[in-house]
């Protein structure tokens, strides 16, 4: 299977100039492509900084991180920013939607970034947004979706210029328990169907071990990797 991420003794330093925090302490991680890899531990043991600094939103201070075989240390500014766009999807526990863009818009902006135009950006959005439900709702603003929903538009631009690797960090963490299941169905449906790669970090169990595997961190650390054998949909 190939390798889609690799994160080699990864080390991440806050310097405050009074105290050095050391979030990340030298983490080795693998993920292959079609896993769907839950992290969990406590507050602060440095699950959201991994996703950071594997994702180059954050730089890291020591170690290193190949995506897809290269190293993010030798990339310049200009190559990771691509990287980003092009290799990585995302989706956060805030949506972070623009307001002003429609459902269908705000799909549509990570091919304009790899710089798609045309009908086919507009058809692929459209694509997307049916594979997670909302065609019918792609000419909506934001603020006319409920938050299930905006997730779910959310999800759809992360995989709409199908990625190596989809980032998901609190994803159901601002859903009620009803809408946080329904999120996390299409999720799982999306790595097995699509064969889509995630890593998803989150603080309850029950949607961590409907991936495919439980990485637990205390303190900067991995102190647990563990392969769950995923429950099929009729089981459910």
């Not at 009074?18 to 079609?34: C, F, M, N, P, R």
């Not at 890291?60 to 766009?85: H, N, W």
């Not at 290799?87 to 798609?116: C, D, H």
């Amino acid at each position: 299977m190939a390798v889609v991420l690799q994160a080699e003794q990864l080390w991440k330093v806050y310097d405050t100039g009074s105290v050095k925090v050391k979030a990340l302490k030298g983490v080795d991680l693998t993920i292959e492509k079609g896993e769907m890899v839950a992290i969990m531990g406590p507050s602060g043991c440095g699950k959201t900084t991994f996703l950071n600094c594997v994702s180059s939103l954050d730089e890291f201070s020591a170690g290193e991180v190949l995506v897809d075989g290269t190293p993010i240390s030798q990339m310049s500014d200009k190559i990771r920013t691509e990287m980003r766009a092009n290799r990585l999807g995302f989706v956060f526990q805030s949506f972070n939607l623009i307001p002003v863009l429609s459902a269908v818009e705000n799909v549509e902006l990570p091919l304009i970034m790899q710089g798609f135009s045309g009908k086919s950006v507009r058809q692929k959005a459209l694509d997307a947004l049916d594979s997670v439900g909302l065609k019918e709702w792609a000419g909506h603003l934001p603020a006319e979706l409920s938050g299930g929903q905006q997730q779910r538009v959310t999800i759809a631009r992360a995989f709409v210029h199908e990625p190596a690797l989809i980032l998901a960090d609190e994803p159901t963490g601002n859903l009620d328990t009803t809408t946080s299941e329904s999120v996390m169905e299409l999720l799982v449906n999306l790595n097995r169907e699509k064969g889509i790669t995630f890593i998803l970090v989150t603080h309850e169990d029950s949607i961590a071990r409907q991936c495919t595997r439980l990485v637990t961190m205390q303190d900067g650390l991995i102190t647990e990797d563990e392969t769950l054998s995923a429950k099929s949909n009729e089981e459910e």
